[in-house]
């Protein structure tokens, strides 16, 4: 499926553009945008590298065993495929804390380590497992609770009350992250949650 | 909470190395060697991120994108959400930058307490750019089949920004 949606993605560009006779900005959104890649890779690197070191010292000193230990109670109802206690659910709780405080780069780190840990239970290796499609539907409805750089963006076009919007995105972020969780939970216990 | 949100990033700095010390642990080589960590997972990431990134930049600047939201328009008007914002919605899936660029050109044209502008901030901070997070999150450990991932990440947008649209009118009436 994947490689129809890509393929479709770059098909439906590129023949929009010829019929238009836009394929001079086609051909220069394809050049900029993997130039562009680089340079993001370059800043999560960056990050990366902080959040996985300071993870190694929570893990090595037994802090993330202590997190999955004490939070992992009010999370396990949503993974049954996941052991009780595994250290993943410490760094998936500290992913959803990050984006939850509008955090988004430091969360980046966590949810990766979390599929990490994720895939070394992962019976099939190349298939997303249904934990994994658990914390990414929480992941991509993102609960956030200080959309902040929304708030900055507002901020600086000179409005009169910049966090008016934080009651609106909650309502907003929370309709969206319950559907997630109960489509996901109807997906799982369907034909296609089958492992 | 705003205050929380500021302070967690440098408490987490001192914090976690502190816990390490009390534990006896030697702090220093245990943050290098997970630094080191960081550099082969972000080479891992790069070939996924610009696979996705190029496919979209290529949609987006084709010019199908605004075609689409001009064929969409009239469902849109049916659920009450403003033709402006529409490819905010349309591009927010695909690209976080791509949407964040369309919200700060609305603030700017229609200013940030209007309706239009309140609703773009609304959609830009209720969720995250699912194309992205599925591509990077799974690239990292190599997944090759997502299965249903896509289908909840989609379907949970659109609940979302229905939803935004719902609440926008209902908390800030024009």
């Given amino acids: 499926m994947l490689n129809w949606l890509w393929f479709g993605l770059l098909a439906l560009g590129v023949g929009y553009g010829g019929i238009t006779g836009n394929f001079s900005a086609v051909s220069a959104a394809a050049l900029e945008a993997a130039a562009d890649s680089v340079v993001l890779i370059i800043e999560i690197t960056g990050l990366l590298c902080l ?5 190694k010292i929570a893990e090595a000193s037994g802090l993330m065993q202590k997190i999955a230990q004490i939070m992992s109670p009010f999370v396990t109802f949503l993974f049954p495929d996941v052991p009780a206690k595994h250290p993943a659910f410490a760094s998936m709780l500290m992913n959803m804390a990050a984006n939850f405080l509008g955090l988004g780069n430091a969360a980046t780190p ?19 497992s249904r934990p994994m499609i658990t914390f990414l539907a929480i992941n991509t409805s993102s609960i956030t609770l200080i959309p902040t750089l929304v708030i900055s963006l507002r901020a600086a076009a000179g409005s009169a009350a910049p966090t008016e919007i934080i009651g609106a995105t909650i309502l907003a972020t929370g309709c969206g992250t319950v ?17 | 909470m705003i205050w929380l949100s500021q302070a967690a990033i440098p408490l987490l700095l001192v ?7 009390i534990k006896k642990k030697p702090v220093y080589e245990l943050f290098c060697q997970g630094a080191s960590e960081g550099i082969a997972m972000a080479g891992q990431i790069l070939p996924y991120l610009l696979a996705m990134l190029v496919a979209i930049g290529v949609l987006r600047e084709s010019g199908a994108f605004l075609a689409l939201a001009q064929w969409l328009n009239p469902i849109c008007e049916a659920i009450g959400l403003p033709a402006e914002v529409l490819p905010v919605a349309l591009l927010r899936p695909l690209s976080g930058g791509g949407a964040l660029a369309l919200t700060t050109e609305l603030l700017a044209d229609y200013g940030p307490d209007s309706f239009i502008g309140r609703l773009a901030s609304v959609m830009q901070g209720s969720t995250d750019t699912t194309f992205y997070i599925l ?15 896509l289908t909840v990440g989609l379907a949970s947008d659109l609940v979302t920004f229905i939803s935004a649209v719902w609440i926008c009118h209902w908390l800030f009436p024009a």
């Fill in chain 1, 179 to 195: 559907f997630a969780l109960v489509f996901d939970y109807i997906l799982r216990k369907s034909k296609y949650g089958r492992s």
């Fill in chain 2, 15 to 21: 914090g976690i190395p502190l816990y390490g010390l």
């Fill in chain 1, 51 to 55: 959040w996985l070191g300071m993870l």
């Fill in chain 2, 135 to 149: 591509a990077v999150y799974f690239g990292s450990v190599g997944i090759k089949k997502y299965r249903y991932a």
């Fill in chain 1, 110 to 128: 966590f949810g990766l380590k979390a599929m990490e840990q994720l895939q070394s239970i992962n019976p099939h290796p190349e298939r997303a």
